[in-house]
């Protein structure tokens, strides 16, 4: 049986891991196959209608809610998660130095100079 099936049509919110990144999804909630969630959102680029839909498995998502519900307007307005987690970032990254693994630095998005 379908977990988030309450959801089907709705705008939702969903805040989902990928890794050691946490990232937010918005849409309508088009579909749950008992193992992962399918949100899509139709924009219009220049005079196109276009949609991007998203699959998320059930066991990278964090957090869903309904689009402007308390709950979702609370979790979107303060992101007290992004200090510490590039602290956990940074801990896990040099973990891996000392013990000699292979680290990848992220790299800064710099603007481009002329």
């Known amino acids: 049986m379908a977990s988030y099936a309450r959801f089907l049509g709705r705008k939702v919110t ?6 050691d990144i946490m990232l937010p999804a918005s849409g309508t909630f088009v579909g749950d196959s008992g193992r992962s969630i399918f949100l899509e959102q139709h924009i219009e680029q220049r005079g196109r209608c276009n949609y991007f839909r998203w699959e998320i498995p059930y066991q990278y998502i964090q957090r869903i809610a ?17 200090v510490p987690q590039v602290a956990e970032q940074t801990a896990s990254l040099a973990a891996r130095a000392a013990s000699g693994g292979s680290v990848l630095l992220p790299l800064s998005h710099r603007p481009k100079t002329a």
């Open 66 to 82: 309904e689009a402007g519900s308390p709950v979702d307007e609370a979790g979107l307005a303060s992101r007290p998660e992004t």
């Open 14 to 19: 969903v805040n989902y891991r990928v890794g």
